[in-house]
């Protein structure tokens, strides 16, 4: 026994409590404080080498869940779950309606029994689980895409990349990982493998689990239609990909005055262009193309929104961003909302400290803490203003504005 008793019931406690707590009041924030709890509790039980076992097993659910998007058996369960979900569905039968192989099925299904993405209800006989619903689902399927096709073939040039840069991972978009690994920067990359973009962009295009930004930004009490200019945008949506959250922001507040303009490359727009002939929620926004490495052309709008868009780029990618923006602030008015992660100056999480490993390796970019933010909206001539925060909520919205004279 790696632990001791006291260890053990002290990890315990504060799972009860975290528990109980979750069910009086369940919310964003006793959720993650019972998750939380959970892992801790693991932590003191697990041995170090269950530890590393643990870490070294982690990449084959990814894998398997690979595997079952492309040979149809995930599109096969999901579709045999939702006619009769109360029997599971033989390996045997799954083989013959999707052309595999009846042993492969088993393995790989197998694993993910373990890992609940399925469920085994019999020996070699499965149906899905809320999980596997999920997954079932395009922005899923693009973010397995995108792991597997994109960042899992970097890991095998981790070593040669290190060992000619100066052991070093932090290196500019232009020459790091992904260009060596895979030819191109990503997003370079993204302008010829279209299939790789339509991949990034349906993972992209959901991952709201959270939140919506308007929230965390008390819009209702910071956008007064008194103090709102009709003849100025009243948002725009930089890099804002398929629009999802100028739409959502556009529909909860349709009696704001003042146009909400989409922004992105025209590759990213086309489609939706096509899409908003039928969609009347696109059809409330403007959509503009534009290279945000450009001066923006969009002039003193009441909010310049980027979400999730800085933390792919290094400081000086993301100052150049920054400092094209605010060329086409009002200082009086406008307002830069920049919807992130900030990570915390100690005891960051396990999923904030991955997802900025996965900025380095893929784009070297960065999650960045409080005083990294301050230093870049300062070095682009800008203030924060607050910090909008929700206990629980791994995003946060930063208020920027032009800095005032001193």
């Not at 890992?115 to 149906?127: A, G, R, S």
């Not at 349906?202 to 008390?218: E, Q």
């Not at 979400?307 to 780029?313: A, D, G, K, Q």
């Amino acid at each position: 026994m790696a632990y001791s008793s006291l260890e053990f019931d002290n990890a315990l406690a504060r799972v009860v409590e975290a528990t109980r707590n979750n069910q009086l009041q369940p919310n964003l924030t006793t959720h993650a404080e019972l998750i939380n709890s959970i892992h801790r509790f693991r932590d003191v039980v697990e041995t170090p080498g269950e530890t590393l076992q643990r870490i070294r097993r982690e990449l084959y659910p990814i894998v398997c869940t690979r595997i079952i998007i492309e040979n149809g058996i995930l599109d096969e369960l999901v579709k045999k779950t939702s006619i009769d979900s109360n029997w599971g569905f033989p390996a045997q039968d799954l083989a013959v309606s999707t052309g595999n192989d009846q042993s492969q099925i088993v393995r790989v299904l197998r694993l993910l029994a373990a890992t609940n993405i399925v469920e085994e209800v019999d020996e070699e006989t499965y149906k899905t689980t809320p999980v596997a619903n999920l997954l079932h689902s395009p922005m899923q399927v693009g973010m397995v895409k995108q792991i597997t096709n994109g960042l899992i073939p970097i890991m095998g040039q981790i070593a040669p990349f290190m060992q000619s840069h100066s052991n070093s991972l932090e290196s500019p978009r232009e020459n790091g990982l992904w260009e060596f690994t895979h030819g191109k920067p990503m997003f370079e990359q993204f302008q010829t493998d279209l299939a790789m973009k339509a991949d990034f962009d349906a993972a992209m295009s959901g991952r709201r689990l959270t939140d919506p930004w308007y929230t965390i930004y008390p819009a209702n009490t910071e956008l007064q239609i008194s103090e709102l200019k009709p003849d100025r945008a009243l948002a725009v949506d930089v890099g804002g990909g398929k629009g999802h959250d100028l739409v959502a922001f556009r529909q909860a507040f349709p009696d704001l005055p003042g146009e909400c303009i989409l922004e992105d490359l025209p590759e990213t727009l086309a489609p939706i262009r096509e899409k908003s002939k039928n969609h009347q929620g696109i059809s409330t926004v403007t959509l503009k193309e534009y290279d945000f490495f450009t001066p923006q052309p969009v002039k003193g709008a009441r909010i310049y929104f980027f979400r999730e868009v800085l933390h792919n780029w290094p400081d000086s990618r993301a100052l150049a961003i920054l400092k094209n923006t605010v060329s086409a602030m009002d200082s009086n008015y406008s307002r830069i909302l920049i919807e992130e992660v900030v990570v915390p100056a100690k005891g960051a999480g396990a999923a904030i400290a991955g997802l900025d490993i996965a900025m380095m390796l893929m784009l070297g970019g960065m999650e960045r803490t409080a005083k990294q933010w301050k230093k870049l909206l300062d070095d682009a001539g800008l203030e924060i203003v607050k910090i909008w925060e929700q206990r629980g909520n791994p995003a946060s919205v930063i208020e920027a504005k032009i800095k005032t004279a001193a």
